[in-house]
């Protein structure tokens, strides 16, 4: 196989790739760290592309703090659309496959129903919106290019759900948590997989694809579920969007219809709660 160069690689998707491929016999991936791999200097891309001629560049870099995104608009902005078009660039330049990661806040959310890929876009925070401009660049910049949206995502790794709720569990006697906003979680893990696979298929399938783990849940149902595959006796009440505000807006529901990349890949996904339990005791 021919060499996978990875940009965003200290981050939470970073790690999860490392660790899936560490015992896998792929050797051909390449993890830069950032002070080399900064996707906001082309000059520095354009070294590692030289240097590696990737077949195949997978971004998981991103600004990704949703509510510190709404005062920091030009940073998450450069990083989340400039970035993506520098590697996008690139990628074109050196006849390289692009893979990057997008989001189910790129979606209004306002009717529960599936999220297909051909759905409007239409974000409700700055987060989201950096992230579409992101997406449309790369559309506009690379001719090979995958686009994964996924949603919720957690793992062992970095900051996310999982580990603020063990965190505050520990801290708390009661947690209010948001039930009704309605999307998947996703492991990380799973997701690395998924994307290890898509290489390994050699498809030329191009384009926008939803990935996120089987099944639906609230933020209180995943904090009840996470809680209950541990010994945390913290209670926790159910609470509307309205009652925990927050600087960024967010979907209510976005449940992402994962139809075309199971039927392009011959994927299975793993549902959210199967995947819970192995990052819960992967973690306790
Ligand atoms: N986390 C989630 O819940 C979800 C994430 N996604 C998407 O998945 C992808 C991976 O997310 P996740 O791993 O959780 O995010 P993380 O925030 O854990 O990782 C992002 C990484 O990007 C790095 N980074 C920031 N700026 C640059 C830059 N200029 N050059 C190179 N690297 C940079 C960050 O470094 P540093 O920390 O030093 O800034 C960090 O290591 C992202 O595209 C995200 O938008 C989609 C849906 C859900
Ligand atoms: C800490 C806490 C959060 N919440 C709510 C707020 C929010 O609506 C929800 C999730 O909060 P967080 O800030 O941890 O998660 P958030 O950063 O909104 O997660 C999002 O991250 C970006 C990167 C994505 O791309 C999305 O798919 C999604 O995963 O939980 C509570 O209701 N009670 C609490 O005590």
Same mark, same amino acid.
């Given at each position: ?95 390289? @496959? ?48 995958? @686009? ?137």
């Amino acid at each position: 196989m021919n060499n996978i160069l990875v940009f965003g690689a200290s981050g939470q998707l970073g790690h999860c790739l490392k660790r899936v491929t560490e015992n896998s016999g792929i050797s051909n991936i390449v993890f830069p760290d950032e002070s080399s791999a900064n996707i906001l200097n082309q000059q520095a891309i354009n070294i590692l592309f030289d240097e590696y001629k990737p077949a195949y560049c997978i971004n998981c870099a991103a600004y990704t703090a949703v509510d510190k995104a709404e005062d920091n608009i030009d940073l998450a902005r450069k990083i989340n659309k400039d970035g993506a078009a520098n590697l996008a660039k690139a990628c074109k330049q050196y006849n390289t @496959i692009l893979i990057h990661i997008s989001t189910d806040f790129v979606f209004e959310g306002n009717v529960p129903r599936l999220l297909n890929e051909e759905d409007p876009a239409k974000p409700l925070s700055v987060y989201g919106l950096t992230k579409l401009e992101g997406e449309q660049d790369i559309i506009t910049f690379a001719d090979k290019y995958y @686009i994964l949206r996924t949603s919720w995502l957690y793992s062992e790794f970095g900051n996310n759900f999982v580990k603020t709720m063990l965190r505050l569990g520990k801290e708390k006697d009661q947690l209010r948590i948001i039930a009704d906003q309605i999307g998947t979680p996703t492991y990380g893990i799973d997701l690395a997989k998924a994307i290890l696979q898509i290489i390994e298929s050699g498809k030329t399938d191009y384009g926008i694809y939803h990935y996120s783990n089987e099944g639906v849940a609230s933020w209180f149902d995943f904090t009840k579920a996470i809680f209950d595959l541990t010994d945390i006796i913290t209670e926790v009440l159910p609470i509307t969007t309205d009652q925990y505000p927050t600087p960024a807006r967010r979907p209510a529901y976005s449940v992402m219809d994962k139809s075309k990349i199971k039927s392009t890949f011959d994927m299975s996904i793993p549902y959210w709660r199967d995947s819970l339990k192995d990052c819960i005791a992967a973690l306790i």
